[in-house]
């Protein structure tokens, strides 16, 4: 049944391409059936790759000269210019529902004398150069966004498979744009709607054949990662612009949108005022004497404690972790580092240890809110294990770069009582690598007019299997807290029986 017979007998006309629209329309315009008569639908998935969308052969129409439905007598096919058409063939991929209608509307318009239909100063004509534009703008992100990964040639062909999502139906003319580009070698392109492969000579169509980019794999993207990593420049950074350039939409099927949330953080964090200083600095180089008298000043040192760059940590870690407390706390409470949890949250013990150490709190009768709570490192040094980020200890080296801040929190705070919790605080606190836990444990030591009570760190605790340690460790700390909170009644020359 012919489209024009189709819509008198009050059927919907159903098309799946430009193709058949363009036939049922020519055959509409034919018998005067204006837009508002015709209900236009498009069964399931387009197919939008079949071959007489490209050969432009009118479908066969039959005769329609059938008094009994109705329909006005034939009249010469119209003539509509070449720009009009190639305007109406691109806005036909633009995926809106009415898309058949409208175009439809837009020539009906122009038959009836209404040439304005074609400019952008009129409302269908303001749409349909709007959806040109966005098929136009889908074509060229698609030939920019694709990224092809190369199959094992013991896979056979196709040798470089592409995944995309199209937000309209223009995969036609972009693998045209690929044929061209890619010459003879074989390739696929997979949408979740339609794929199509060429073998070097031939291009052929077909039905979905993927689902996701997850299918695809390349070995050698290794290798274009490290690249991109190389030429990424943190101090020219601009998020906006990257936003901008490409739409988040596409990262996600992009090999370097796995890594680039990482480098932006880093340059966050950092890199972007230090990325070039440090390249420039690893470069090796002669060796100039100079006298001190000639040599320039030292630097000033940072004032914040998020600006320390006096260590490597900061470059892994997520935030630095200052201490936390009041202002005139008696006691000082130093542990070793921040960990996962004080890393993320940027306060000092908040995780699991911050737990157990409330108990300790209440054990020995102490408010946590009475005592100043920091860390003798301020960044999170940690290693990967799996997904999870477990606790490294901090080298000496790190320690002494951090003991700057620990001395700016005693100078600020002035605590007449110290508790250092484990080895590293004690060692920071001391200034001296050489101590041991075992030898000062429980004892109070007085450093530079102060007095040091040393127990386990809550840490400790948690590790130690044996419930008998468990025990014995949870009450050295409860012990030493009491302890603490003695010596603030003596004076330092009076050390407890």
């Given at each position: 049944m012919s489209a024009a017979a189709a819509v008198a007998a009050g059927q919907p006309l159903a098309v799946a391409n430009f193709a058949e629209w363009r036939d049922a329309a020519r055959d509409l315009l034919i018998h005067s059936v204006a837009p508002e008569l015709v209900t236009w639908s498009q069964p399931g998935a387009p197919d939008l790759?079949?071959?007489?969308?490209?050969?432009?052969?009118?479908?066969?129409?039959?005769?329609?000269?059938?008094?009994?439905?109705?329909?006005?007598?034939?009249?010469?096919?119209?003539?509509?210019?070449?720009?009009?058409m190639d305007m109406l063939q691109t806005a036909a991929c633009c995926r809106m529902p009415?898309?058949?209608?409208?175009?439809?509307?837009?020539?009906?318009?122009?038959?009836?004398?209404?040439?304005?239909?074609?400019?952008?100063?009129?409302?269908?004509?303001?749409?349909?150069?709007?959806?040109?534009?966005?098929?136009?703008?889908?074509?060229?992100?698609?030939?920019?966004?694709?990224?092809?990964?190369?199959?094992?040639?013991?896979?056979?062909?196709?040798?470089?498979?592409?995944?995309?999502?199209?937000?309209?139906?223009?995969?036609?003319?972009?693998?045209?744009?690929?044929?061209?580009?890619?010459?003879?070698?074989?390739?696929?392109?997979?949408?979740?709607?339609a794929s199509v492969l060429w073998d070097g000579h031939t291009l052929h169509n077909a039905g979905p054949l993927m689902s996701s980019a997850a299918e695809l794999d390349d070995a050698g993207e290794a290798l274009w990662l490290t690249y991109y990593r190389s030429i990424f420049n943190p101090a020219r950074l601009n998020t906006q612009v990257m936003q901008s350039h490409i739409p988040s939409r596409f990262w996600k099927n992009l090999p370097e949108g796995a890594i680039v949330p990482e480098m932006v953080t880093n340059a966050a964090l950092g890199a972007r005022r230090t990325g070039q200083a440090q390249a420039v600095g690893r470069k090796s180089g002669a060796t100039i004497p100079i006298a001190p008298a000639d040599a320039q000043p030292e630097r000033q040192q940072p004032s914040k404690l998020d600006e320390c760059r006096r260590c490597d940590l900061w470059q892994y870690a997520t935030q630095a972790v200052g201490g936390e407390g009041s202002k005139k706390a008696p006691i000082m409470l130093v542990g070793e580092?921040?960990?996962?949890?004080?890393?993320?949250?940027?306060?000092?013990?908040?995780?699991?240890?911050?737990?157990?150490?409330?108990?300790?709190?209440?054990?020995?009768?102490?408010?946590?809110?009475?005592?100043?709570?920091?860390?003798?490192?301020?960044?999170?040094?940690?290693?990967?294990?799996?997904?999870?980020?477990?606790?490294?200890?901090?080298?000496?080296?790190?320690?002494?770069?951090?003991?700057?801040?620990?001395?700016?929190?005693?100078?600020?705070?002035?605590?007449?009582?110290?508790?250092?919790?484990?080895?590293?605080?004690?060692?920071?606190?001391?200034?001296?690598?050489?101590?041991?836990?075992?030898?000062?444990?429980?004892?109070?030591?007085?450093?530079?007019?102060?007095?040091?009570?040393?127990?386990?760190?809550?840490?400790?605790i948690l590790r130690v299997p044996d419930e008998e340690a468990k025990r014995e460790a949870f009450k050295v700390m409860v012990d030493g807290l009491k302890l603490a909170h003695e010596l603030l009644s003596r004076p330092p020359e009076a050390p407890p029986a």
């Amino acid at each position: 049944m012919s489209a024009a017979a189709a819509v008198a007998a009050g059927q919907p006309l159903a098309v799946a391409n430009f193709a058949e629209w363009r036939d049922a329309a020519r055959d509409l315009l034919i018998h005067s059936v204006a837009p508002e008569l015709v209900t236009w639908s498009q069964p399931g998935a387009p197919d939008l790759l079949a071959a007489d969308l490209f050969s432009g052969a009118p479908a066969p129409v039959e005769p329609t000269h059938n008094a009994s439905i109705g329909l006005n007598e034939p009249k010469p096919p119209p003539h509509l210019p070449r720009s009009l058409m190639d305007m109406l063939q691109t806005a036909a991929c633009c995926r809106m529902p009415d898309r058949w209608a409208f175009l439809y509307r837009v020539i009906w318009r122009w038959t009836q004398g209404e040439h304005d239909v074609q400019s952008a100063a009129d409302a269908d004509g303001a749409r349909l150069h709007s959806m040109v534009k966005a098929v136009r703008r889908e074509e060229h992100d698609m030939h920019a966004y694709i990224r092809f990964r190369e199959r094992p040639e013991a896979a056979g062909p196709p040798r470089f498979v592409a995944w995309f999502e199209p937000r309209h139906d223009v995969l036609p003319q972009v693998a045209e744009h690929f044929v061209n580009r890619m010459g003879n070698v074989s390739w696929m392109i997979a949408t979740p709607d339609a794929s199509v492969l060429w073998d070097g000579h031939t291009l052929h169509n077909a039905g979905p054949l993927m689902s996701s980019a997850a299918e695809l794999d390349d070995a050698g993207e290794a290798l274009w990662l490290t690249y991109y990593r190389s030429i990424f420049n943190p101090a020219r950074l601009n998020t906006q612009v990257m936003q901008s350039h490409i739409p988040s939409r596409f990262w996600k099927n992009l090999p370097e949108g796995a890594i680039v949330p990482e480098m932006v953080t880093n340059a966050a964090l950092g890199a972007r005022r230090t990325g070039q200083a440090q390249a420039v600095g690893r470069k090796s180089g002669a060796t100039i004497p100079i006298a001190p008298a000639d040599a320039q000043p030292e630097r000033q040192q940072p004032s914040k404690l998020d600006e320390c760059r006096r260590c490597d940590l900061w470059q892994y870690a997520t935030q630095a972790v200052g201490g936390e407390g009041s202002k005139k706390a008696p006691i000082m409470l130093v542990g070793e580092q921040p960990g996962d949890q004080e890393d993320l949250a940027g306060h000092p013990f908040v995780g699991p240890a911050g737990k157990l150490l409330d108990k300790v709190f209440d054990a020995a009768g102490v408010e946590r809110r009475e005592i100043y709570l920091t860390n003798a490192v301020k960044h999170f040094k940690w290693e990967p294990r799996g997904k999870r980020r477990l606790h490294k200890t901090p080298a000496q080296r790190e320690v002494e770069a951090c003991h700057y801040w620990l001395d700016k929190e005693l100078a600020a705070i002035k605590p007449k009582v110290i508790v250092a919790l484990g080895a590293t605080a004690l060692k920071s606190v001391l200034g001296s690598g050489s101590v041991t836990l075992k030898d000062k444990l429980g004892k109070p030591i007085m450093h530079e007019g102060r007095w040091v009570v040393t127990v386990y760190h809550p840490s400790y605790i948690l590790r130690v299997p044996d419930e008998e340690a468990k025990r014995e460790a949870f009450k050295v700390m409860v012990d030493g807290l009491k302890l603490a909170h003695e010596l603030l009644s003596r004076p330092p020359e009076a050390p407890p029986a």
